[in-house]
């Protein structure tokens, strides 16, 4: 029991807390009023009275709500048609601005909440946040969970979040980096504003001098972004997406890693002191920027190898940095303070191979050997980064002299283990004198983590352009009777296998097969180049989307082979092979085929080399196109139960792969309810995660609100793999589940895939078009030119009804199903749901998922965008179905609410509800606006101008495309 002083204490960290989340919520209506001044200052500077006028009389036509009025909203009809293009694009990118100002600051208030929570003494007995550390060790705890449980999760520990390129990042690198210093600006500012519980404290004249200063800098940089294009003019490289992508890695993440595990460290310590650490590599972090190729042909070999280089040398020249820091910190003399005769024995052997440093600094350095050794150490990783820039230039295919380090071993590092034990070097001697310097120590961490490398680059490709390179090298060199695709599954898989038994080469070095045969064949060459000049770790992994059957791994495996990846002679190979499940068919599929590969011993044999661990990657954003929220969850969901149990019966372990979007749509949300939301047994301390587009930026611009990410994933993974949901082994609900599921997706598929006209309301409704015309990826919006959905790609199938705010992705087919089911024992089963909502992780976290997209879903602007959009003849056929989405969101919105217990959405989350309700209010104008400019661009004929504005089309489709940056900023999701 704790003592009086104790709970004293607490009582007065918890009082603290509460204050400091007061003076926090002050400072954020504080921030949300002066960016709202500066705002319209700028403007009024900038574009006059009129804009100013314009903005305020739009937005108070809206209700408070942010709901759009109801049709015939005549009056906001009236102003928005009057406006000509200049004035409606301005009144876009005023809109667009104010979405993006309002962001900086909420995303400040949420660095500013989680760090709130760090200031106080780790030994105090206040409670923390649920998610952090300093709540799960001692919750371990006071559930008896015992410490060898613990120090298993511990030792497996093994995070990796995957970056991506997919294209939902609308916002432009230049307009990031205003907005960081937008937010640096913000956070001076409040030292000049003091905050007693809800009050503003007037501050020293001094300090208020230096208040209208800075806020006079902010008003400057906001002049400076309204005159900046918000579009990109040019569609990015891939080598342009790898730039903005490790911008991360450079501002924030390379110096996150050390804190993080500071974090966990000091919380263990304190409430399980004998327990062992976990490794300082137990979070990772891998990129498909630059080496996913399914469906962006603009992902070639070459592009592969110069991401590696990029990468490289970016983290190269953190290292430089760092050992720069450690000079100026390593003052130490050597009469003053006792080195080991390691490090010295060290200094003889780098003066031998390194004279120029020696005759450099000996004489400036004789009593300071630390300064000495660090010295040679950033010559050798100078060294090393000039390698890799020439590397760069000669390409993948350079000559075996060119990847040689014969000769340069001692004056540059040829892996990252040589420069880490001459760090450790550095460390033991400092530890034998009882120093050990926290910056030392950081780098150390980091080189764990990074490497040489910086992040893990997964290969992904689509399962068909294997099997048509199969099929192709062997039609051309005639190894089969009959032609590869002719075979059956079970005749493939038995040559597959004959095939990878064999030693001798099958494909010829050089090649004379198609263009897209031979570069899937160079593919796999450049994978082996890749780890023999930047080690195994940086490229070991290969995803085969849209994974069908066994045939599809082997296929893979097998041009492994050829490339040196896969060894007939051991049966062991380099190349990790994660088959992707992404329909519902594939989802269910799954296991069967997972069951017939574990019972090939030349697999089993493979996955030796491996450490028995096989990953298995699970798609939501196509499962859900194809079935709907609720079916997809649920798909995904029984699909790891029964993926783990396949894998504990073949005694392999699994790491789930779950490739999430950052919109609900496609699986997205908080991240640390979706992981305690998975089958328990599926999490054994493993997981992995992409992290896309605009997600990239809301959780990794500002450090604490990365380390507070990072902080409540790895939470979560450890606490789902020690307290496990008791649903899983309760059948009943399992098939209550499945019932309803079942229903939700017959119920989706009726609309989206049996109603004939669906397809063109589509695509008359939504911007969907228009989006495909936005340079904003590398990527094409569709696999094919195909106009069917099946092309579509699901990263803009659900953009397009976000912005027309239909969000139907993300709830349609779960009002039905889930009435249907209370129909058949209304008080009975309103009790079970309302049951499973406050005991089921994944229920409570689908049913919170639904009821924010219905918070940000608005049918009357929708209904406006159908109204004003249609092409003559659908207009019959475009009520029918309206009616049809408009009768299952009130159905939706009715049973949620009746779950939760809540009179309005969000009710529980207020900080979100506020949020939501901040942006609606502005969002509605905007999309009148929208679908006023698109109504004119699609209207427009190529032997005219717009006879109101005499605008171009290209001028016209500029302005919808503003639009559409716009409300992306709004919603604060895209796809």
């Known amino acids: 029991m704790s003592s009086p002083a104790a709970l004293s204490a607490s009582l007065v960290q918890i009082v603290n807390i509460e204050s400091d989340l007061r003076a926090a919520n002050s400072r954020l209506r504080y921030r949300l009023k002066l960016i709202e001044d500066l705002w319209e200052s700028v403007l009024l500077r900038e574009s006059g009275q009129e804009l100013v006028d314009l903005l305020r009389q739009l937005r108070a036509m809206c209700s408070p709500e942010g709901q759009a009025p109801e049709y015939p909203a005549q009056e906001v009809l009236k102003v928005v048609e009057s406006l000509d293009l200049h004035q409606a694009t301005t009144a876009a990118r005023a809109f667009a601005l104010f979405f993006q100002l309002i962001n900086i600051v909420e995303q400040d208030h949420e660095q500013e909440q989680t760090s709130i929570y760090r200031i106080s003494p780790i030994n105090s007995e206040a409670e923390y946040p649920v998610g952090t550390f300093r709540w799960l060790f001692p919750e371990l705890k006071k559930l008896n969970v015992p410490p060898r449980q613990i120090q298993r999760i511990l030792d497996n520990l093994d995070i990796r979040l995957v970056f991506t390129a997919h294209p939902t990042e609308i916002v432009r690198h230049t307009i990031r980096e205003k907005q960081r210093t937008i937010a640096k600006m913000l956070k001076e500012l409040d030292r000049t504003i003091g905050f007693k519980g809800d009050e503003i404290v007037p501050q020293a004249i001094a300090l208020n001098w230096e208040a209208a200063s800075l806020q006079e800098q902010i008003a400057e940089e906001i002049r400076l972004w309204w005159r900046t294009d918000e579009l990109n003019q040019i569609k990015p490289t891939v080598l342009d997406e790898a730039d903005y ?198 780098l150390i961490r980091q080189v764990d983590v990074y490497g040489f490398h910086l992040a893990h680059l997964d290969i992904r490709q689509e399962s068909t352009q294997h099997s048509n390179t199969i099929s192709e090298i062997a039609e051309t060199l005639q190894l089969l009777d009959k032609p590869y695709d002719d075979l059956t599954e079970s005749a493939k898989v038995a040559w597959l296998t004959q095939e990878l038994k064999t030693r001798r080469p099958m494909i010829p070095a050089k090649l004379h097969f198609s263009d897209k045969t031979n570069e899937i064949i160079e593919t796999f060459r450049m994978v082996a180049n890749i780890q023999q000049e930047f080690s195994v770790e940086i490229c070991n992994n290969y995803v085969i989307s849209m994974n069908r059957s066994v045939s599809d791994i082997l296929e893979v495996l097998l041009l492994a082979k050829e490339a040196g990846l896969y060894d007939p002679a051991t049966g062991k190979g380099s190349l990790s092979i994660a088959p992707l499940f992404e329909t519902v068919e594939d989802l269910r599929s799954a296991p069967p085929i997972m069951t017939e590969l574990f019972e090939l011993p030349l697999y089993r044999t493979y996955l030796e080399s491996h450490n028995h661990l096989q990953e298995v990657m699970l798609g939501y954003s196509d499962s859900n196109k194809d079935s709907g929220f609720l079916s997809s969850n649920w798909e995904i969901y029984k699909a790891q139960r029964a993926l783990q149990d396949v894998c504990q019966k073949y005694q392999v372990d699994l790491r789930m792969f779950h490739g999430r979007g950052g919109s609900v749509g496609r699986g997205g949300g908080p991240t640390y309810e979706a992981i305690l939301a998975q089958p328990g047994r599926s999490i054994e301390g493993r997981i992995k995660i992409t992290e896309q587009g605009e997600v990239l930026a809301s959780k990794y611009s500002l450090p604490e609100i990365a380390l507070y990410n990072l902080e409540t994933i790895a939470t979560a993974v450890i606490q789902a793999a020690l307290l496990p949901s008791s649903t899983d082994t309760l059948d009943c609900w399992l098939d209550t589940m499945e019932e309803i599921s079942v229903r939700s997706r017959q119920v989706y598929r009726q609309l989206i895939y049996e109603q004939p006209n669906l397809v063109e309301f589509f695509h008359q409704v939504t911007p969907i078009e228009e989006i495909s015309q936005l340079q904003i990826s590398s990527r094409p919006a569709r696999r094919a030119g195909k106009r069917d959905l099946g092309s579509l790609r699901a990263i803009p199938w659900v953009f397009s009804w976000t912005q027309s705010r239909f969000l139907l992705p993300s709830w349609y087919g779960i009002g039905a199903a889930l009435e249907e089911f209370l129909q058949q024992n209304p008080e009975g089963h309103l009790s079970l749901l309302q049951y499973f909502y406050s005991k089921w992780p994944f229920f409570k976290t689908a049913i919170s998922r639904v009821e924010m997209t219905l918070a940000k879903t608005d049918l009357q602007i929708a209904h406006h965008y159908m109204r004003e959009l249609t092409k003559e003849g659908y207009e019959e056929a475009f009520v029918d179905i309206f009616a049809e989405i408009l009768k299952e969101y009130q159905r939706t919105l009715t049973v949620i609410q009746s779950i939760t217990g809540q009179k309005q959405m969000l009710d529980s989350d207020r900080d979100l509800q506020r949020s939501v309700q901040l942006r609606n209010g502005s969002i509605v104008p905007l999309g009148f606006i929208q679908a006023s400019l698109l109504k004119r661009l699609r209207q427009h004929r190529p032997d005219t101008v717009d006879l109101r504005s005499r605008y171009s089309k290209n001028e016209l489709l500029r302005g919808a495309l503003l639009t559409i940056n716009g409300i992306a900023a709004g919603m604060r999701n895209t796809g």
């Not at 891998?286 to 280089?309: H, I, K, L």
């Not at 050992?323 to 052997?349: E, T």
């Not at 390194?354 to 300064?371: D, G, T, V």
């Not at 350079?398 to 380090?405: D, G, I, K, W």
């Open 245 to 442: 992508t490790l911008h991360y890695f450079e501002e924030v993440l390379f110096d996150a890693i050390p804190v993080l595990y500071d974090r966990i460290a000091s919380a263990i310590a304190v409430t399980f002191p004998k327990l062992k650490l976990p490794s300082y590599d137990f979070c990772k972090f891998g990129s498909w920027v630059g080496s996913d190729r399914d469906g962006n042909p603009y992902v070639t070999p070459e592009v592969t190898w110069q991401t590696a280089c990029y990468q490289r040398n970016l983290v190269l020249n953190k290292y430089i940095h760092s050992v720069d820091r450690l000079s100026r910190l390593l003052s130490l003399s050597q009469s003053l303070s006792d080195v080991s005769q390691a490090l010295l024995d060290s200094l003889g052997d780098d003066q031998i191979h390194l004279p120029e440093i020696y005759a450099k600094h000996s004489i400036k350095f004789r009593q300071e050997p630390y300064r000495l050794k660090l010295a040679y150490v950033k010559k050798r990783l100078e060294n090393t980064r000039d390698r890799n820039q020439k590397l760069r230039h000669s390409g993948w295919q350079a000559s075996e002299m060119e990847l040689s380090t014969k000769g340069q071993e001692h004056q540059l590092y040829t892996n990252v283990s040589e420069f880490l034990a001459e760090l450790k070097l550095i460390q033991e001697s400092l530890i034998e004198t009882k120093l050990n310097p926290k910056p030392l120590e950081n």
